[in-house]
C-alpha cells in the first residue's frame, strides 16, 4: 500500500510564562491510503497536538514545530506557509472536532456552513453547491435534507450536529480525515451510529482516516492500527489485533485493565496509579517508569528504543529486551487479550473478521 501521510520525529514545544512545555517528542508514524490509524491515550498524551500539527493549527508565536517532517503526498507541510496551508486544510485533510456546537457557526445556517468550503476549494456555483450539501446531508443519515439545510446548529441534536461536522469535513472529497475524539461528548447509542456512519463513508470514499480517542473500546472494530501515546511519545504501535490481543507495553495493560466490561465485577478493574509527568521537565529515563510496577533500574536512566515485535508490532519497553526478566501483564489483562472487550465488542481475529 503506498503511504499518503509520514510523520518523521515530530517535535512540538509551547513557550509559556512558567518554562517550555515539551507537549510531542519525537513521535513518528505514518498511515496509508484508505487505511484507519487510531492515537490513544490519556488527556495530556500529545495525541490532539500531533494531529494539530498535521493541520498547521496550533496557535502561533505560543506554539513551535521543533523538529520533524510531516510528509504529505511526497510534500513536507513544516515547510508550507499559512495560505499554501489553507489550499490543503478542507479540501486535500479535513478535521473533525470534538465539540460539534463549537466547532458550527451558531449565527449561519447549516446549509450556509457546508456550501463555504465548496464554493472555495471546488470553484462550486452557489446552486451546484447548495445540491452538493443536500447531498452531503443524506449521506451522513440527515433526513428531510432540502429543509434541514435551511435551519441553525440550535436546531439539530447533539448527534445530528455532529454529522452536520462530518458532512462539512467530507464536503472536499479530503484524503485524509481527522477525527479527534469525534464522539466523547455524545451518548453511547449516538456513539455507535457515528462510528459504523465513519467506517461506511470511508468505503465510499477510500479516504484514510486518523482517529484520536482516550478509549481503546471505541477503536476495537474501527481501527485497523494502533499507536499508543505517553508523555508526548508513541510508547506502542502495531495492528489492532496485536495491541489488544498481544499487548507489550505496560501503559497499553493499564489502558486495557482500565476499560470496563459487562462480563466483569468492579475489582476486576485494573488502574494506572500515579499522573502523567510534567512536561517542562520530562524524567530522563522512560517517562511511564515512576507508574510503572513493572519498571526495571535502566527505565530510570535510559529511555527505551522501539523493540519490533513482529514487522508491523513496536513498543517501547526495556521488557523486550533480550537480558530483561520475563514479565507477564496482570490476570484481568490477559483475560481481556483472550477476547474480552469492552461493551461485548466482538473478538478481533487476523484478518480484520471478527469471531
Known amino acids: 500500500m503506498s503511504k499518503l501521510l509520514e510523520v518523521k520525529n515530530l517535535k512540538v514545544s509551547f513557550n509559556t510564562f512558567n518554562g517550555e512545555v515539551q507537549a510531542v517528542r519525537g513521535v513518528t508514524f505514518d498511515i496509508n491510503k484508505g487505511e484507519t490509524l487510531a ?38 507541510l513544516v515547510e508550507k506557509s499559512q495560505k499554501e496551508m489553507r489550499e ?3 479540501k486535500d485533510i479535513s478535521m473533525i472536532f ?26 462550486m456555483k ?13 449521506l451522513v443519515g440527515i433526513s428531510d435534507a432540502e429543509e434541514r439545510i435551511h435551519q441553525y446548529p440550535h436546531q439539530f441534536s447533539g448527534g445530528m450536529r455532529q454529522r452536520v461536522v462530518i458532512a462539512i469535513a467530507l464536503a472536499c472529497n479530503p484524503k485524509l480525515l481527522i477525527a ?63 495491541i489488544f490481543y498481544n499487548a507489550k507495553h505496560p501503559y497499553t495493560w493499564g489502558l486495557l485493565g482500565s476499560m470496563p466490561s459487562l462480563d466483569e465485577s468492579e ?22 517508569a515512576p507508574r510503572n510496577a513493572y519498571a526495571l533500574k535502566i527505565d530510570e536512566e535510559l529511555e ?12 517501547a519497553t526495556w521488557l523486550l529486551h533480550e ?14 487479550m483472550k477476547g474480552l472487550t469492552p461493551t461485548g465488542a466482538p473478538r478481533i481475529v487476523s484478518g480484520g473478521e471478527e469471531e
Open 39 to 76: 492515537i490513544v491515550g490519556e488527556s495530556g498524551s500529545g495525541k490532539s497536538v500531533a494531529t494539530k500539527a498535521i493541520m498547521r493549527l496550533l496557535p502561533s508565536p505560543q506554539s513551535v514545530i521543533k523538529e520533524g517532517q510531516i510528509i504529505f503526498e511526497g510534500n513536507d
Open 88 to 90: 490543503i486544510r478542507g
Open 98 to 123: 470534538q465539540d460539534p456546537m463549537t466547532s458550527l457557526n451558531p449565527t449561519m445556517k447549516i446549509g450556509n456552513q457546508i456550501m463555504e468550503g465548496l464554493i472555495e476549494h471546488q470553484k
Open 126 to 138: 452557489s446552486k451546484d453547491a447548495k445540491s452538493k450539501a443536500i447531498e452531503l446531508l443524506e
Open 180 to 242: 479527534d475524539e469525534p464522539t466523547t461528548a455524545l451518548d453511547v447509542t449516538i456513539q455507535a451510529q457515528i462510528l459504523e456512519l465513519m467506517k461506511d463513508i470511508q468505503k465510499k470514499t477510500e479516504s484514510a482516516i486518523i482517529f484520536i480517542t482516550h478509549d481503546l473500546g471505541v477503536v476495537a472494530n474501527i481501527a485497523d492500527r494502533v499507536a499508543v501515546m505517553y508523555a508526548g511519545k508513541i510508547v506502542e504501535i502495531g495492528l489492532t489485533e496485536e
Open 267 to 288: 475489582e476486576d478493574l485494573v488502574t494506572i496509579p500515579g499522573t502523567p509527568p510534567d512536561m517542562k521537565n520530562p524524567p530522563k529515563g522512560d517517562a511511564f
Open 304 to 315: 527505551p528504543p522501539m523493540f519490533k515485535v513482529s514487522e508491523t508490532h513496536y513498543a
Open 323 to 336: 537480558n530483561a526478566p520475563k514479565m507477564e501483564p496482570p490476570a484481568a489483562v490477559k483475560q481481556r
